[in-house]
């Protein structure tokens, strides 16, 4: 059982099935038994796979470090009796499905807490939406870009061929075909493994702070009126859809293992900032810390981002 913790931590996860979020695991009762000692606690967990179909065979989990296997009762369930107090647990499913990791959990004594676990699927590919990359140089320099995706691309302007070779202008203006061009764009579809990805940090915006929102956090992170602008009127009128929503943001060498970058001069500075979001409920996330940038010399900026149909990892 020594190595079951390493194998738990060892599966990378994502998953995008439901429409709207839903936690991966959620307390659905508690309730004073009194066949319960007061010295004692129970605990009972119901599993369900990504489809949401009950799960019923021997499961894997671990509570404050403490490893087990066990086999579910008819009702697809399993109890722990045990002392009262507080309760970090870990379950696992199969390597097809994500492990969880939960807060921690108070038990009382003599009550029942009931816990609904919803596996999700370990990997799914999503789609990355405008991605677009500004090149500022100080001179007008012959520049190439090459992208390596953990995927496949869609659609490029200007068409990439086995990279972008372009001149570029001080102006922030791209020459290439002779014609000039704002930004170099591509989409496609990306494997993204969010478990490695803190999901439990981010933002929870309404939609009329939405604009505010994107204003100051993007300025924070160092980009400037005009990639705002971009960012604010693609992104916007699709999130205003929703009442509330999650944002997280993954920002250059996280974003790199996923869409390599190779430029070629190096640039003086490089930033790239890839925003996941999803429409969310009520429940509050940790803020999460920005990255951001200095302009200086030759610079590279990059945004993109990808409407997820869930928030993933985070828990009530």
Sequence with gaps: M??????????????LQAKEWVPEYRITKVAED??????????????FDSNLNPIKKEMLFSYNG??????????????????????????????????I?????????????????????????????????????????????KLDLKGSFSFTYP??????????????????????????????????????????????VDKKDLTKFFEDKLTQMGLNSQEIEDFITYWCPRMIANEKNFVHFMFNQE??????????????QLFRVYMLWSKAGDTPVKEQKLE??????????????TEINEQLNLNN
């Design 2 to 15: 020594k190595h079951l913790a390493i194998y738990l931590f060892s599966v990378l996860t994502f998953c």
């Design 34 to 47: 009194k066949t319960i000692k007061k010295t004692e606690t129970l605990f009972i967990v119901t599993f």
């Design 66 to 99: 403490i490893n087990k296997k066990q086999k579910q009762d008819d009702k697809g369930q399993i109890s722990l009796n045990v002392k009262p107090g507080k309760y970090l647990f870990m379950f696992f499913c199969d390597k097809d499905h994500t492990e």
């Design 101 to 145: 990791t939960t807060d921690s959990i108070s038990l009382k004594p003599g009550y029942k807490t009931e816990m609904r676990v919803e596996f999700r699927s370990s990997t799914t590919p999503v789609m990355a939406e405008k991605p677009v990359i500004y090149v500022y140089n100080k001179e007008k320099e012959k520049v190439s870009i």
């Design 159 to 204: 068409e990439y061929k086995n990279g972008w070779s372009f001149t570029s202008n001080p102006d922030g203006t791209i020459e290439m075909n002779n014609k000039k061009y704002h930004y170099l764009f591509w989409d496609g579809n990306l494997n993204i493994e969010t478990k490695k990805l803190n999901l439990n940090e981010g933002f929870v």
């Design 255 to 268: 974003y790199n293992n996923y869409a390599s970058i190779t430029i070629d001069p190096k640039p003086d």
């Design 292 to 305: 951001n940038f200095k302009r200086s010399g030759f610079t590279v900026v990059e945004w993109g981002g």
